[in-house]
């Protein structure tokens, strides 16, 4: 017995693939979480939006190429400069380039040592929290043995008083399913 196909208009087919994954980033935002941080210097979100006049200055000279122009669609942060830790985290330079190089007031450098987010740990995705040695997180963190820690049993806690938000541990995590997330309440 033959089957027969009935052809899609390829129009039809990126319908339903934009479809598709704008429901799966919609998902992901009602969550609480985002996936991106705002460069350093910044003291909030609605301030940043209001004075970055999209010069990417900050971008320009990033000397760790950590921040990008957002090609978010759907946010308000498109086109803004952004940090997605997945692909570079931040490794808050010293003298802070990026905030030096703001003119507009977007960044500033009393704001400098605000966290750039607050981190959460998924712990059904977690390795470590599943029963399998993994301390990757751990290792990488630039606040050695202050800011993200291993309970008893191996598995990670965070300290928000001390953890800068810079998503070097979101982006060493080896698990599949993203196991440490950024929460949307910093910004």
Same mark, same amino acid.
């Given at each position: 017995?033959?089957?027969?196909?009935?052809?899609?208009? /390829?129009?039809?087919?990126?319908?339903d693939f934009v479809r598709? %994954?704008?429901?799966?980033?919609?998902?992901?935002?009602?969550?609480?979480?985002?996936?991106?941080?705002?460069?350093? $210097?910044?003291?909030?979100?609605?301030?940043?939006?209001?004075?970055?006049?999209? *010069?990417?200055? *900050?971008?320009?000279? &990033?000397? !760790?190429?950590?921040? /990008?122009?957002?090609? !978010?669609? !759907?946010?308000?942060?498109?086109?803004?400069?952004?940090?997605?830790?997945?692909?570079?985290?931040? %490794?808050? &330079?010293?003298?802070?380039? *990026?905030? !030096?190089?703001?003119?507009? #007031?977007?960044?500033?450098?009393d704001n400098r040592n605000?966290?750039? $987010?607050?981190?959460?740990?998924?712990?059904?995705?977690?390795?470590? %929290?599943?029963?399998?040695?993994?301390?990757?997180?751990?290792?990488? *963190?630039?606040?050695? #043995?202050?800011?993200?820690?291993?309970?008893?049993?191996?598995?990670?806690?965070?300290?928000?008083?001390?953890?800068? #938000?810079? $998503?070097? &541990?979101?982006?060493? &995590?080896?698990?599949?399913?993203?196991?440490? /997330?950024?929460?949307?309440e910093r910004n």
């Open positions: 017995m033959e089957m027969k196909q009935t052809p899609v208009s /390829r129009q039809k087919f990126m319908k598709l %994954f704008k429901n799966e980033v919609d998902e992901i935002s009602n969550n609480g979480y985002q996936d991106f941080l705002l460069p350093p $210097g910044t003291s909030s979100f609605q301030e940043f939006l209001i004075k970055c006049n999209k *010069c990417y200055d *900050c971008i320009s000279v &990033c000397p !760790n190429e950590s921040l /990008r122009v957002s090609h !978010n669609i !759907n946010s308000k942060i498109n086109e803004y400069p952004v940090i997605i830790p997945e692909v570079t985290p931040c %490794f808050s &330079c010293t003298d802070f380039p *990026c905030v !030096n190089a703001c003119e507009t #007031g977007a960044l500033k450098l605000k966290p750039l $987010g607050t981190i959460k740990i998924i712990e059904e995705n977690c390795f470590a %929290f599943q029963g399998h040695f993994c301390s990757s997180c751990i290792n990488s *963190c630039p606040k050695t #043995g202050t800011a993200l820690l291993s309970d008893e049993l191996g598995r990670p806690v965070i300290n928000n008083d001390v953890c800068d #938000g810079c $998503g070097i &541990c979101i982006n060493v &995590c080896p698990s599949e399913k993203t196991a440490i /997330r950024i929460l949307e």
